[in-house]
């Protein structure tokens, strides 16, 4: 059985906009994700420490965003929303719960602009919705001389090979649904795009696997790409970095030496490699005429 909780409050505002996503909000309807992504970023960092250790439902979500947009929209702060950060909000037991699409209604209601980030083939139930929100939604002013969407709907990739997907990713939909799915998306004329965030080190990370990657999100009706480092914290039993180096025991040994100097000190990959990961994106993405990053 699914926990479920009551919550205080469910829109958190962000001392600056995010340069990467745009949004001045963060909304999370679950806590916990049964996706379970081994590499995700919640697991032993301080992003975690106010989640839920099992999947839970945030029951009053609905109420309490009602509360906390209705004076955000009285005070004109309009601004992007991310739909989860923290979780995917199209996981399973959403189908069932409608939650998301209950906060959906609310974000149409007071017309604020909304970015989806996901792995789910979900997302499509809820594009009627997401095209009110795209045709009413009130931008920032700075924003709306650069960006003409209400809705933003961003698909998350580690690789696109589905046996490396199984194992870092083991709950969530094969790299191929979520391609069709954006697919489906960019058809009704979403801006839609593709976050390989993050890609893997020595196994989606090279020149070759990165075109390959680019090129492939273009085809399937991506609009801009994302591009960003592997991250692994913590040393607990269910920490990302544990889980990740027992996955590459496993099934990458010749690996493991690599990541152990890759993350020797930093839970993020030194500085140099992350430049040097930057530039081969940017440089592919202008190779194939996509936008790197949204704006």
């Known amino acids: 059985m699914i926990k479920q909780v009551q919550v205080k409050s469910i829109l958190n505002k962000h001392k600056m906009r995010d340069e990467w996503f745009l949004d001045d909000y963060t909304v999370n309807p679950y806590s916990g994700c049964s996706f379970n992504c081994i590499y995700c970023y919640t697991k032993g960092s301080r992003y975690g420490t106010n989640i839920e250790p099992s999947l ?27 739909i989860s950060s923290s979780t995917d909000p199209y996981i399973p037991i959403e189908k069932e719960l409608k939650l998301t699409r209950k906060l959906l209604e609310i974000v149409l ?32 002013d700075d924003l709306k001389p650069k960006l003409d969407h209400g809705v933003i709907i961003s698909f998350s990739f580690s690789t696109l090979d589905e046996k490396t997907a199984k194992i870092f990713e083991p709950g969530a939909p094969a790299p191929h649904e979520r391609l069709e799915t954006m697919k489906k998306c960019s058809d009704e004329g979403f801006f839609t795009g593709a976050g390989f965030i993050p890609v893997l080190p020595f196994i989606s990370d ?16 991506a609009c801009y790409i994302f591009v960003g480092a592997l991250t692994l914290f913590g040393k607990g039993p269910t920490d990302s970095k544990t889980l990740c180096f027992k996955a590459l025991e496993k099934y990458y040994p010749e690996l493991v030496r690599k990541y152990k100097r890759l993350y020797r000190i930093f839970p993020m990959p030194p500085k140099e490699y992350q430049s040097n990961l930057d530039e081969k994106a940017v440089r592919l993405c202008k190779k194939h005429g996509i936008h790197y990053k949204i704006l």
């Open 206 to 221: 090279s020149e070759e696997q990165l075109d390959k990657m680019i090129k492939t999100a273009k085809d399937f009706g």
């Open 109 to 140: 209601y007071y017309k604020f602009p909304v970015h989806i980030a996901t792995k789910s083939t979900l997302v499509l139930r809820d594009l009627d919705l997401l095209k009110e929100i795209d045709e009413k939604a009130i931008l920032p």
């Open 56 to 82: 839970a439902v945030k029951i009053n979500a609905p109420e309490i965003l009602e509360k906390q947009l209705r004076r955000r929209a009285m005070k004109k702060e309009y601004g992007f929303i991310v």
